[in-house]
């Protein structure tokens, strides 16, 4: 089989894993197949703990991005580990939401501060640790959400979100000299163990499938094939960039089906 990728022997990081239904699993297991060697970041002990039945026998190291001192950690371990690295993937989120989802207008500060640190900055602070330690024509792929949503129930993941997505263009421009592309991409509703604590969700999901041009909300794989394609170097000529994998819901707003539906008397 022929490495149509070029994948085979690049170092990818793929931060977030979950659990096996997240994104940056099915994109590592990817990697993987396409010769990548994979080596893992998870949030905490207790997450590698809980993923050891999946990672057995891979590289994994533990950074919590919300203290940058532990992303500077980490890569200097990766360095001296692995070496030089050809791509991250990010996929983390947090987002405080213990006193229940609430109109935007009444998110706290301390709550909205600590998302942006986490899902947004992150992906600065971690471009930068690693910096010295990736391979001219490297790759980084952040994973954000489809089109402009307003949903009441995402809270203000939305508007971090949005920032993750600018950061990762001025990213592709501050990293220009060294070769290094920044791009992300942009996922409809998909079927994750995050999304389901989302009240409501269920019924946004089948909505949205419903606008899908196929009539079938794209699959955690399919998210994962687009992210693999632009950590490889086929996609060499892509930068600052925002992929959306949607299966054509955000163009898809007057969808007859739909239309006719919602206007029945």
Same mark, same amino acid.
């Given at each position: 089989?022929?490495?149509?990728?070029? %994948?085979?022997?690049?170092?990818?990081?793929?931060?977030?894993?979950?659990?096996?239904?997240? =994104?940056?699993?099915?994109?590592?297991?990817?990697?993987?197949?396409?010769?990548?060697?994979?080596?893992?970041?998870?949030?905490?002990? !207790?997450?590698?703990?809980? @993923?050891?039945?999946?990672?057995?026998? $891979?590289?994994?190291?533990?950074?919590?991005?919300?203290?940058?001192?532990?992303?500077?950690?980490?890569?200097?371990?990766?360095? !001296? !580990?692995?070496?030089?690295?050809?791509?991250? %993937?990010?996929?983390?989120?947090?987002? +405080?939401?213990?006193?229940?989802?609430?109109?935007?207008?009444?998110? $706290?500060?301390?709550?909205?501060?600590?998302?942006?640190?986490?899902?947004?900055?992150? @992906?600065?602070?971690?471009? #930068?640790?690693?910096?010295?330690?990736?391979?001219?024509?490297?790759?980084?792929?952040?994973?954000?959400?489809?089109?402009?949503?307003?949903?009441? +129930?995402?809270?203000?993941?939305?508007?971090? &979100?949005?920032?993750?997505? /600018?950061?990762?263009?001025?990213?592709? &421009?501050?990293?220009?000299? !060294?070769?290094?592309?920044?791009?992300? =991409? +942009?996922?409809?509703?998909?079927?994750?163990?995050?999304?389901?604590?989302?009240?409501?969700?269920?019924? +946004?999901?089948?909505?949205?499938? *419903? %606008?899908?041009? #196929? $009539?079938?909300?794209?699959?955690?794989?399919? =998210?994962?094939?687009?992210?693999?394609?632009?950590?490889?170097?086929? /996609?060499?000529?892509?930068?600052?960039?925002?992929?959306? =994998?949607?299966?054509?819901?955000?163009?898809?707003?007057?969808?007859?089906?739909?239309?006719? *539906?919602?206007?029945?008397?």
């Amino acid at each position: 089989m022929t490495d149509f990728l070029k %994948l085979s022997g690049k170092k990818i990081l793929v931060t977030g894993v979950a659990n096996k239904k997240s =994104v940056a699993w099915f994109t590592a297991k990817t990697l993987e197949d396409a010769g990548a060697q994979v080596i893992y970041s998870v949030r905490s002990r !207790q997450r590698a703990e809980a @993923l050891a039945p999946l990672l057995a026998g $891979k590289p994994v190291h533990v950074c919590d991005v919300e203290d940058e001192a532990q992303i500077v950690a980490l890569a200097q371990v990766v360095a !001296q !580990q692995h070496g030089n690295i050809d791509g991250i %993937l990010h996929s983390i989120a947090f987002a +405080n939401y213990s006193d229940g989802f609430k109109p935007f207008h009444e998110t $706290k500060r301390a709550d909205f501060l600590q998302a942006t640190a986490i899902s947004a900055f992150s @992906l600065v602070e971690i471009a #930068r640790a690693f910096a010295p330690h990736m391979n001219a024509g490297s790759a980084v792929v952040s994973i954000g959400i489809s089109s402009q949503v307003t949903a009441a +129930n995402y809270g203000y993941m939305s508007p971090i &979100k949005a920032a993750l997505e /600018s950061a990762s263009r001025f990213l592709a &421009k501050s990293f220009s000299r !060294q070769g290094i592309r920044f791009n992300s =991409v +942009n996922a409809g509703p998909l079927k994750t163990s995050a999304s389901a604590g989302i009240p409501g969700y269920l019924k +946004n999901y089948l909505f949205a499938e *419903k %606008l899908t041009m #196929r $009539k079938a909300n794209v699959t955690t794989q399919e =998210v994962a094939d687009a992210a693999v394609w632009l950590l490889s170097p086929r /996609s060499s000529g892509v930068n600052a960039q925002s992929i959306v =994998v949607d299966a054509g819901m955000g163009w898809n707003f007057f969808d007859e089906s739909v239309v006719e *539906k919602s206007t029945e008397l």
